[in-house]
């Protein structure tokens, strides 16, 4: 098994009014081209406001809430995800991804996401780190195990 250090490589803001927050990080100087932002018949769920790679070390996304809640099941029904943060890392594989939330809930931490195949590609799970924060675990994207996207 390819037992590697998880590695930080996104930062994930859950927003209550998505397009105030591409207008707030627009101004702040963040380039944000229209084809990053994922919009629906609903309206904005998902933007790519920074890739990781490169010079970035981590990227940085805005989901709603409402698209928030069906990629963390731990957070269905809530209405209180406005500011909430998952700090995501990246690990090697998409047996990693399941080893290491069983790892941490077995010692005793929150799971809010089971490991499950996202539609986007990769092997994704969430636990809970002692103050709260969701932590994302995400294995490589893999274009095998791209679905289509879920309707929000």
């Known amino acids: 098994m390819d037992r590697t250090r998880p590695t930080l490589n996104q930062l994930n803001i859950v927003s209550g009014n998505i397009d105030a927050s591409i207008a707030f990080y627009r101004r702040l100087g963040v380039d944000i081209p229209d084809p990053r932002i994922w919009r629906t018949a609903t309206g904005v769920h998902h933007v790519t406001a920074v890739e990781a790679g490169g010079t970035e070390a981590a990227g940085l996304d805005l989901d709603s809430a409402a698209f928030a809640q069906i990629w963390n099941k731990g957070w269905a029904g809530r209405k209180d ?69 879920p309707e929000v």
């Open 81 to 149: 995800l406005a500011g909430r943060v998952v700090v995501g890392f990246s690990v090697s594989s998409r047996e990693e991804v399941d080893r290491l939330h069983d790892e941490m809930t077995a010692a005793g931490h929150r799971g809010l996401q089971t490991p499950f195949d996202a539609f986007w590609g990769a092997r994704y799970a969430i636990v809970e780190d002692p103050d709260g924060i969701a932590v994302g675990l995400m294995s490589p994207i893999s274009a095998k195990h791209r679905s289509p996207p």
